[in-house]
């Protein structure tokens, strides 16, 4: 074999194993799993690898435990994660943290298409210079409707255990059950973290729990509730609107949704300090993010875009093709009784109410 042909099988060879180590690439993505999940990887990551078959995009449901598994990488010098989605108190945290990375929102991300800069699009959803909003949701509360002679219309009557007998599944975590307790026992909805600001405000808040304590089933993925719904195995569930609206409109459950004294929060991306594949992330970040694909999630799921330029593209979803606006949480009859949640205060009152909520359960 002359040296010539030999230097082409080399050529040939080097170039398969660059092409095959640029196949290779795998963007690790951390979310919340079942029915968001799967709105994501319609919505973002299915057209995303279309576009670059270079690119493999493998789901991790981890985000409820993100930002303890997060800063665990970090110290141990091992993160593994490309990205993490993360609800905005998170967000805020790790930012402070300096265990995630800030954004240049207008360099990383693509304007709206008349051209409105993309820190100009998010606008106040901007809670954090490391957080990229993507969508606002709640927590919100679904009950069994074959079980009741009379329909519980309020969020207080979670606490009536005699009107409406039966357990309750709650998330396990002081927010928002501290905020519901404060607004079931007669503090305004505008006064709620005024209240939840003082040491007689957060006793009244758990004293108000204590009357459902034992008849709560306490839950910690966001599956957990619809699956105790559906068994009849809990007569109220607080849950994401979303997987509410899987449950009741696609897989047409016997469950009905109260809106009332929902908590209206923010989740988008963080990328962790340490991400192996920062450059690639940050090209998926502005295809994801952008006007037309932050509307396109509420194609498969009632959770709402946070680009002004996408809000006017939210139409039918993909499947059923009904008309996706009404089932926004932010939609104005949804909003009756509402509340925001307070993102910084949260951020800053975190640590110490977890720490009394889990006292406060350990109690029995």
Known sequence: ????????????????????????????????????????????????????????????????????????????????????????????????????????????????????????????????????????????????????????????????????????????????????????????????????????????AFAKLDTIKDQVIWWTKGSQPMQLLSDGEVAFGSAYNGRLFQAIVVDKQPIKMLWDAQAIQLDGWVVPKGAPNKAEVMKYLRFASDTQRNADQAKYISYGPLRASSAKLVGKHADLGIDMAPHMPTAPENMKGAFFFDFLWWADNKDDLTERFEAWLAKG
């Open 1 to 204: 074999m002359n040296k010539i042909f030999k230097q082409a099988l080399l050529a040939v060879a080097t170039t398969t194993i660059v092409v095959a180590a640029q196949a290779e690439t795998t963007l690790v993505i951390v979310s919340w799993g079942g029915a968001y999940t799967m709105s994501q990887q319609r919505a973002y990551h299915d057209p995303y690898m279309a576009l670059n078959p270079d690119i493999k995009i493998v789901n991790d449901d981890s985000s409820s435990e993100g930002a303890s598994k997060l800063r665990a990488m970090v110290e141990a010098g091992n993160v593994t994660w490309d990205l993490l989605d993360a609800e905005a108190p998170a967000a805020i945290t790790l930012c402070d943290e300096g265990l995630v990375e800030e954004i240049d929102f207008d360099t990383v991300l693509d304007p709206a298409p008349d051209g409105t800069p993309a820190s100009v699009d998010f606008g106040e959803s901007i809670v954090s210079p490391c957080f990229i909003p993507q969508i606002a949701y709640s927590t919100t509360l679904g009950y069994r409707s074959d079980i009741f002679d009379v329909e519980p219309t309020k969020m207080a009557d979670l606490f009536d255990l005699k009107k409406f007998p039966g357990k309750r599944a709650l998330e396990k975590r002081p927010d928002p059950n501290l905020e519901w307790a404060l607004i079931a026992d007669g503090v305004p909805v505008k006064d709620v973290y005024k209240v939840l600001d003082t040491e007689a405000g957060v006793k009244r």
